[in-house]
C-alpha cells in the first residue's frame, strides 16, 4: 500500500539503541555536512568514551565529548567550550579508573591563524573538566603536528606520551596527567606504533620493540620479526600484531605464545583478560598468556567503516562512519558517525533491512535567479521508497544534497518515522529544494538534484547500489525560463515608496519576502506594473514575479 507524506526538511540528529546481543548500529548521528569519530577508548568500569568531531554546513568545526554504558544508553555529552572557527578533540586517553584526557587543538579563524593545542583532564563518570592546559602544548612542532601530523598518543602510570608520525627526527614528549611537559627526547629511529607497560613506554620500529622509562632512557629491547602494526597493552601483557600474527610478551618482554590470524584490517584492544583483535570478518579473542580462546564471526555491514576498537570484560565496541554511495552529484560522498557493539562471543547477522530509492518526480521546477555564471533553482520532489528487506523499518532519513559551489555540498536530511514493513514502499514529497551551481556562462547547463536514503535504527543495510539517485532537471528548467530573469528589472532600486517591474512580459501576480522567508505583501500590479512599499522598514527584501512565462526572483533595496 502506497502511503504519501508530507514532511518538513531539517537538520536531525537522533540516537538509536538496540541490544548487544543483535548484530546493529548502536549508535548512528547525523548533523552537519559531516561527522565522524576522532578516537575511542573504554574505561575500567565498562564505560566507552568517545570524541565526535562535527563539520557545519558553515565551515565551522566542533567537537563533542560522550559517553555510553554497555547498554547503549547515553550517560552524558559535552561540547567544546572554546572560541574558534575549528575546534577539534584529537585523541582521547585513559589517566586512571577515574579519570580521562583529551588532546585538541583550536584555531580562531580557518585562514589566519596557528592550530592552538590544549589538553583537558576529564572525570569519566559526568565529564567534568578538571584540569587544563595549554602552556605545555603550545610549541611550534606540537601545533604542527596536532594540525597537520597524525600523532601516537600512549597512556601511562605517570600521565601520557605523545609521538610525532612522519617528522624528522622522530620526537617523544612526556607530560604528566595534568598536561604538564616532563621530558623530550629523540628515538634512534622510525616508529609504527606506540604502547606502554608498566609505567614504561614502548615504541615499534622494523624488526624491534624498544623499551623506555620515564626519564626517556632505553632500558630494554627485544628483537621481532616483521614491522609491527599495532600494539596493545595492559597491567599484565602486551599484543604486538605483525603481518598475520599476534605476538604476547610478559612485562618483561618475554614471548609467551602467538596466534596466526587473518589481520584484515587489524584492529586491536587490551582489555583485562587479554585482547580482542577484528579483522573485518572475526573478532579474536587472545589470552594474556598468548592463547585464542574465542573466534566469532562478526561480518562488517556494507557502508560500515570501522576506525577504532575498545574492549573491556564485558563487550567489545567499534566506532566509525557510516557512508552512502557515492553519486554523480559532484561525486559527493556523505559520511556520519556511527558505533557498533558485541559481546565477546560474538553475533550473528539476525537480521536484515534494505532501503531502496525506487522513483523521483519532479514538479514545480523553476529558476529562481540566474545571472552570467551561475543558477539558482527550486523544485519539489517526490521521492518514492521501498523496504525490500526482510525487517521492518520504524523510521529512516532522506537526504538532499544542495551543491552550494564546487567544493562544499550541504545535506538537508528528512526524517521519516512511519514504518515500512517487507516490500511496502512510500512517496514522500521533499518540498521546494533549492539548489546552486556554477554554470560557466552555459545557456543550458545540466542540473542534477540527488536525493538519498539513509537508516540509523537496525541498519543493516544489505545493498546500497540503489540508495542513491539523481534526476536531471534541465528539461523542466528551458532556456527561455532562464532567461525570465534577464527580462525583469526592478526600478528604481534602491525605492523609497514605490517601485515598478519593467518587463516585455505579461506580469500576473507578486509576492514580497523579507529577509527571514516571511512573505508580508502579495497581490496583482496596476496598469503601470507599479508596487508600493512606503510603509516598509529600511533593508533587503525578495520579490517573486508570476509571468506568463514562468516565475522570477529579483531583490529589492527599500531605503527612506
Known amino acids: 500500500m502506497k502511503t504519501q507524506t508530507t514532511v518538513i526538511l531539517a537538520f536531525i540528529a537522533v540516537y538509536f539503541c538496540t541490544s548487544l546481543k543483535a548484530q ?37 568545526t566542533t567537537s563533542n565529548l560522550f559517553s555510553v554504558n554497555e547498554e547503549g544508553n547515553t550517560l552524558w555529552e559535552v561540547e567544546a567550550d572554546y572560541d574558534g572557527e575549528v575546534v577539534t578533540y584529537q585523541n582521547l586517553v585513559a589517566i586512571s579508573d577515574s579519570t580521562f584526557g583529551a588532546l585538541g587543538y583550536r584555531i580562531e579563524c580557518c585562514d589566519c591563524s596557528e592550530p592552538f593545542p590544549f589538553y583537558e583532564l576529564r ?63 629523540e628515538l634512534e629511529q622510525g616508529f609504527e606504533a606506540v604502547g606502554d607497560l608498566e609505567g614504561d613506554f614502548i615504541v615499534s620500529s622494523a624488526n624491534v620493540l624498544r623499551r623506555y622509562d620515564e626519564s626517556g632512557i632505553k632500558v630494554d629491547s627485544v628483537e621481532v620479526i616483521g614491522l609491527p602494526t599495532t600494539i596493545s597493552s595492559n597491567n599484565q601483557s602486551l599484543a604486538v600484531l605483525i603481518n598475520n600474527q599476534v605476538f604476547v610478551y610478559s612485562s618483561q618482554l618475554d614471548l609467551l605464545g602467538s596466534v596466526s590470524v587473518e589481520a584484515g584490517l587489524g584492529l586491536m584492544s587490551d582489555f583485562e583478560g587479554g585482547f580482542a583483535l577484528y579483522t573485518g570478518e572475526d573478532i579474536i579473542i587472545i589470552s594474556n598468556e598468548g592463547e585464542m580462546v574465542g573466534q566469532n564471526e562478526f561480518v562488517n555491514i556494507q557502508g560500515f567503516e570501522p576506525s577504532h576498537m575498545s574492549a573491556n570484560s564485558d563487550g567489545i565496541f567499534l566506532t566509525g562512519s557510516k557512508v552512502s554511495d557515492q553519486f554523480s552529484f559532484f561525486n559527493i560522498r556523505h559520511e556520519y558517525s556511527a558505533y557498533r557493539a558485541t559481546t565477546h562471543g560474538g553475533a550473528f547477522q539476525l537480521w536484515n533491512s534494505d532501503l531502496e530509492i525506487t522513483e523521483v518526480t519532479v514538479e514545480n521546477a523553476a529558476v529562481t535567479s540566474s545571472d552570467e555564471f551561475s543558477l539558482s533553482f527550486s523544485s519539489d520532489l517526490w521521492v518514492t521508497v521501498r523496504n525490500s528487506g526482510t525487517f521492518p523499518v520504524s523510521s529512516f532519513y532522506l537526504n538532499f544534497v544542495d551543491a552550494f559551489g564546487i567544493c562544499t555540498p550541504e545535506i538537508g536530511h528528512l526524517q521519516v518515522n512511519d514504518g515500512l514493513g517487507n516490500g511496502d514502499e512510500m512517496t514522500v514529497l521533499f518540498s521546494d529544494v533549492e539548489g ?42 528551458s532556456v527561455s525560463d532562464i532567461a525570465i530573469e534577464r527580462r525583469i528589472n526592478l526600478f528604481p532600486n534602491p525605492a523609497t515608496a514605490e517601485f515598478r517591474i519593467e518587463s516585455d512580459l505579461l506580469i500576473h501576480s507578486y509576492q514580497i519576502f523579507d529577509a527571514f522567508g516571511r512573505r508580508i505583501q502579495e497581490g496583482v500590479v496596476n496598469q503601470g506594473n507599479l508596487v508600493e512599499i512606503e510603509n516598509f522598514p529600511n533593508g533587503i527584501f525578495v520579490v517573486k514575479i508570476t509571468t506568463d512565462k514562468g516565475i522570477a526572483t529579483k531583490k529589492v533595496v527599500v531605503s527612506h
Request: with cysteine; aromatic share 14%; net charge negative.
Open 24 to 60: 546493529s548500529f548502536q549508535y548512528s548521528k547525523q548533523k552537519g555536512t559531516l561527522n565522524h569519530f576522532s578516537s575511542s577508548l573504554s574505561s575500567v568500569e565498562g564505560a566507552f568514551i568517545g570524541s565526535e568531531v562535527v563539520l557545519g554546513p558553515n565551515f565551522t
Open 123 to 185: 572525570r569519566i563518570s559526568d565529564g567534568t573538566l578538571l584540569d587544563y592546559s595549554d602552556s605545555a602544548l603550545n610549541q611550534e612542532a606540537m601545533q604542527t603536528s596536532f594540525f597537520n601530523q597524525e600523532l601516537k598518543v600512549s597512556a601511562n602510570t605517570w600521565g601520557f606520551s605523545i609521538v610525532q608520525f612522519g617528522v624528522e627526527p622522530t620526537t617523544a614528549y612526556y607530560f604528566s596527567q595534568q598536561g604538564e611537559a616532563l621530558n623530550t627526547f
Open 436 to 477: 546552486f551551481l556554477f554554470t560557466g556562462g552555459e545557456e543550458n547547463p545540466p542540473v542534477e538534484a540527488c536525493v538519498f536514503v539513509t537508516q540509523p535504527d537496525l541498519d543493516i543495510d544489505i545493498n546500497r547500489d540503489n540508495d542513491s539517485e539523481c534526476i536531471d532537471l534541465s528539461p523542466f528548467l
